[in-house]
């Protein structure tokens, strides 16, 4: 029988049009725009403003926009799986949300929640689906709006974070082409480093608990960046090794974009040079979920069919991962 893979045949996303520069944060907080851009590489991230706008009013533009792009009627996506920190509420699921507002009518839906390695382990999770051979259209969304649970008097958090997302779709393929391999990890002692922790079932929102502004991000940077560097250079390393792929071999590395330092390490450890690098942590910040199809939406004209791709991300968890990915298809000509 052939192998059926699941290959990525159309990737979408979408931005707020607001731009929060380094400049209008050095206004809210002790910073300045040198430090963040040495420290982070970030020089902007966007915001998304609106009262009752909530991550699915991302969503729901990449993913129409996704349909088009891939000729898809919304009945016939099978499955969407939507990876975010930041819901429109703690139920029911933002995919579900996604799926009314496309009108995808005959799929189901479901959130999936890993911080910032939520879309490769979404997209991981999602090709198994295609390569059952029981379904045919996966859309996998990442997407977060980081600015509802930022404390912007916080400036270790505050620089780093924005908003936006994307989405990619996924089909069976019998060329070899697609997702080929995966490792995934997890981690939970790294809980304590970088957590929310209010607002679920363990503290509920209280007037004490917003006192002490435990509905935001915590994060122990210096603590984070050690795990992370160290996370997401092995398991891009491991998944290289385990397929036989050198640097040379590797036509792009798309990185969750955390901070830029962690990226340059991490190509370091694969032994490729910067230009075979996907980055646009300078325009968006960390936007969590969102990273890596936003890349995959910002570099799609350069990629081509054959391209031999690693995904690799570190998130809160602690989770990471890297995936191996064979591009399936060649820009389309304007
Ligand atoms: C958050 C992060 C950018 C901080 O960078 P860092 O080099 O570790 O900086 P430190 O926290 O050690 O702080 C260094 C100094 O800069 C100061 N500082 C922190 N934030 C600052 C800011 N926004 N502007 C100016 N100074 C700042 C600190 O107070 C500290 O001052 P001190 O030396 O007088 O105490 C970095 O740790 C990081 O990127 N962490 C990982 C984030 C990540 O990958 N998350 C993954 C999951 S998404």
């Known amino acids: 029988m052939t192998k059926i893979t699941a290959a990525i ?7 707020p049009e607001y731009v929060l520069t380094n400049k209008e944060l050095e206004t809210m907080v002790e910073t300045n725009d040198e430090w963040i851009v040495t420290r982070t ?3 902007e991230r966007r915001i998304l403003k609106g009262e009752g706008l909530g991550t699915s009013y991302m969503c729901n533009i990449a993913v129409k926009d996704l349909l088009t792009k891939t000729n898809t009627q919304p009945e016939e996506v099978d499955l969407l799986i939507c990876a975010t920190t930041t819901p429109d509420m703690v139920f029911p699921a933002t995919a579900n949300l996604i799926c009314e507002a496309v009108g995808a ?23 198994r689906f295609i390569e059952s051979g029981r379904y045919k259209k996966v859309i996998i969304v990442g997407a977060d709006k980081m600015s509802s649970i930022i404390n912007y008097k916080d400036r270790t958090t505050c620089i780093i974070f924005g908003d936006g ?4 779709m996924l089909e069976p393929n019998t060329e070899g082409l697609g997702i080929l391999d995966d490792i995934l990890k997890s981690d939970g002692s790294g809980a304590s480093f970088l957590n929310m922790k209010a607002g679920g079932s363990r503290y509920p929102a209280s007037a ?3 006192a002490r502004n435990e509905h935001t991000v915590y994060q122990e940077g210096t603590t984070v960046f050690k795990f992370a560097v160290k996370g997401m250079a092995d398991v891009a390393a491991e998944v290289m090794e385990r397929n036989n792929l050198t640097g040379d071999d590797i036509a792009w590395l798309v990185p969750h974009q955390a901070n830029k330092r962690i990226i340059d390490a991490t190509a370091a450890r694969m032994s490729i040079g910067s230009e075979k690098v996907m980055m646009n942590i300078d325009r968006y910040g960390n936007t969590t979920s969102g990273t890596i199809p936003l890349c995959l939406w910002d570099y799609e004209s350069k990629l081509k069919k054959g391209d031999n791709i690693i995904l690799a991300a570190f998130g809160g968890g602690f989770t990471w991962g890297s995936l191996y990915v064979k591009w399936a298809y060649d820009p389309v000509q304007a």
């Open 165 to 168: 997302g994307g989405a990619v």
């Open 105 to 127: 009518k005959n799929a189901f839906g479901y959130d999936l929640q890993a911080a910032c390695s939520g879309f490769i382990f979404a997209l991981a999770t999602g090709s």
């Open 9 to 15: 045949t159309g990737v979408s996303g979408y931005v």
């Open 208 to 210: 004490e608990t917003l």
């Open 41 to 43: 590489g970030i020089k």
